[in-house]
């Protein structure tokens, strides 16, 4: 369904990098990127931030949402502005959490989790959520306040 594995090895060889060079930056292992190149595992969502901040691009882009390369308003995360962002969305579209875990495949208790910030969602779930709404994974982290991706 989504295809970010593509993007981010693309990047690193056009920038002429081994899976070991990126695995350094990011403070893992060479085996744990490798596996994220090619979608076997998530990414977690600090450390996909930290890829797009090495390679200077918007996370829409990053992430194959967008095939435009747009500066960010912030380089971080704000993950208690996601956590607001999640609930205002969900408000906005007459949704209980139940009617949107349902939609995009999670538990209920797991959303809320997430409105709560008791818990991170990862990359991957980010991801159904911002394709549902069809709007920017930037805006809904708290790169930007821009909704449109």
Known sequence: MFKYETRIADLRVDND?????????????RSLYSLWEIGKCDIPLLKINELANFYKV??????????????????????????KRLREL?????????????KIGLAQQTYD?????TRIPTTFKVLYIVKYYNISFDY????TDNRNN
């Open 17 to 29: 990098l081994k899976q070991k060079d990126i695995a350094e930056q990011l403070d893992i292992t």
């Open 58 to 83: 918007n996370l829409d882009y990053l992430l194959g949402i967008s095939n435009v390369v747009t500066k960010t308003e912030r380089n971080s995360i704000n993950l208690d502005l996601l956590c």
């Open 90 to 102: 969900r408000i906005e579209n007459k949704l209980t959490e139940e009617n949107l875990g349902n």
């Open 113 to 117: 989790n997430y409105e709560k910030g």
């Open 140 to 143: 809904i982290v708290g790169r």
